[in-house]
């Protein structure tokens, strides 16, 4: 039985004319005869009467025209989801990302996506940068939105996306608050809160790279997980930090940021997905973000990202 044949008897059932039915399918109505015949023949009973007058359905016909159309319609929807998929306009992204590309980076580019792969379904999750690298070597993450570097993964294909400059974070009460440029320098001896090594080592070396360009040994007096918290804890007091400028832009925290005029690397944001055969969405995801953020760098390993 094939699909020709099923479209062929439908389209008679409908019109109940071969001739008719012949012309819209462009078709000779011989051949048309033939594959009705065929249909007939593997069904085992006759599904249309017929004669130089008219044309009906027979009992078994009708039958058999109601279940077709509900069974072609299924597999034509098989069909067009399977093509999808196989373009990357179907299926689930499981995503994570940083919380500083929460607010903004990573809502904007899903909202674009969606606008033209509306069958894509999304699972976000704000996720610290060394579990996303772990997820994502292990297969449990489809995409990382997360902070540079990263260190060595050779398993892992890591794209910087975003640049920003760093600046020094102080509360609204501070001395320095009024300053619009400061150098590292001026604050040596200072409580500073920083980012926990364990969560994000390549991002947490990079800061004291700087201090140590800077010639100071920053006294710590706290650490946390996220960026954001940081932020909270110089408005509550407890140090100043060097935080990307957008984490100061989006908080509502009692601070200032004040831009440091040594020179020093850039706050970066990448995206990662592992190295090897992906799933067409995934491919599909990645080449359509890295169009619509730009390429702030170029594809490479992760320890070279």
Same mark, same amino acid.
């Given at each position: 039985? /094939?699909?020709?044949?099923?479209?062929?008897?439908?389209?008679?059932?409908?019109?109940?004319?071969?001739?008719?039915?012949?012309?819209?399918?462009?078709?000779?109505?011989?051949?048309?005869?033939?594959?009705?015949? =065929?249909?007939?023949?593997?069904?085992?009973?006759?599904?249309? /009467?017929?004669?130089?007058?008219?044309?009906?359905?027979?009992?078994?016909?009708?039958?058999?025209?109601?279940?077709?159309?509900?069974?072609?319609?299924?597999?034509?929807?098989?069909?067009?989801?399977?093509?999808?998929?196989?373009?990357? !306009?179907?299926?689930?992204?499981?995503?994570?990302?940083? +919380?500083?590309?929460?607010?903004?980076?990573? *809502?904007?580019?899903?909202?674009?996506?969606? !606008?033209?792969?509306? /069958? #894509? /379904?999304?699972?976000?999750?704000?996720?610290?940068?060394?579990?996303?690298?772990?997820?994502?070597?292990?297969?449990?993450?489809?995409?990382?939105?997360?902070?540079? *570097? #990263?260190?060595?993964? +050779?398993?892992?294909?890591?794209?910087?996306?975003?640049?920003?400059?760093?600046?020094?974070?102080?509360?609204?009460?501070?001395?320095?608050? !009024?300053?619009?440029? $400061?150098?590292?320098?001026?604050?040596?001896?200072?409580?500073? $809160?920083?980012?926990?090594?364990?969560?994000?080592?390549?991002?947490?070396? &990079?800061?004291?790279?700087?201090?140590?360009? =800077?010639?100071?040994?920053?006294?710590?007096?706290?650490?946390?997980?996220?960026?954001?918290?940081?932020? +909270?804890? $110089?408005?509550?007091?407890?140090?100043?930090?060097?935080?990307? &400028?957008?984490?100061?832009?989006? +908080?509502?925290?009692? #601070? #200032?940021?004040?831009?440091? &005029?040594?020179?020093?690397?850039?706050?970066?944001?990448?995206?990662?997905?592992?190295?090897?055969?992906?799933?067409?969405?995934?491919?599909?995801?990645?080449?359509? =973000? &890295?169009?619509?953020?730009?390429?702030?760098?170029?594809?490479?390993?992760?320890?070279?990202?």
């Amino acid at each position: 039985m /094939e699909l020709r044949q099923i479209r062929s008897f439908l389209s008679i059932a409908e019109t109940l004319h071969f001739g008719r039915t012949a012309e819209l399918i462009h078709l000779s109505q011989p051949a048309l005869s033939l594959q009705i015949r =065929a249909l007939e023949e593997e069904v085992g009973v006759r599904l249309f /009467e017929r004669n130089r007058r008219k044309t009906t359905l027979t009992a078994a016909g009708s039958a058999f025209r109601d279940e077709a159309a509900v069974a072609l319609s299924q597999l034509e929807q098989a069909i067009r989801r399977a093509r999808l998929a196989a373009s990357g !306009k179907l299926g689930l992204l499981r995503i994570g990302f940083v +919380s500083t590309v929460g607010s903004e980076i990573v *809502p904007n580019i899903i909202r674009q996506f969606r !606008k033209s792969n509306p /069958e #894509v /379904e999304f699972s976000l999750r704000n996720i610290l940068t060394a579990e996303q690298v772990q997820m994502l070597e292990g297969g449990s993450l489809d995409v990382g939105f997360l902070r540079m *570097p #990263v260190g060595e993964h +050779s398993a892992l294909d890591v794209v910087t996306v975003h640049r920003e400059p760093f600046v020094l974070v102080v509360p609204s009460s501070h001395k320095l608050a !009024k300053r619009k440029r $400061v150098r590292l320098r001026e604050v040596a001896g200072q409580d500073f $809160v920083m980012y926990e090594r364990t969560y994000a080592p390549g991002f947490h070396d &990079l800061m004291y790279g700087i201090f140590r360009d =800077a010639r100071i040994a920053p006294n710590v007096s706290q650490t946390a997980v996220e960026i954001p918290m940081l932020i +909270s804890l $110089v408005a509550s007091g407890m140090g100043i930090t060097i935080a990307p &400028l957008s984490v100061v832009k989006h +908080s509502a925290a009692s #601070v #200032v940021a004040c831009n440091i &005029l040594d020179r020093i690397p850039m706050s970066e944001i990448g995206i990662a997905v592992r190295r090897g055969a992906r799933p067409a969405v995934v491919d599909n995801f990645r080449t359509f =973000a &890295l169009e619509k953020l730009g390429r702030a760098g170029k594809s490479s390993p992760a320890d070279e990202s």
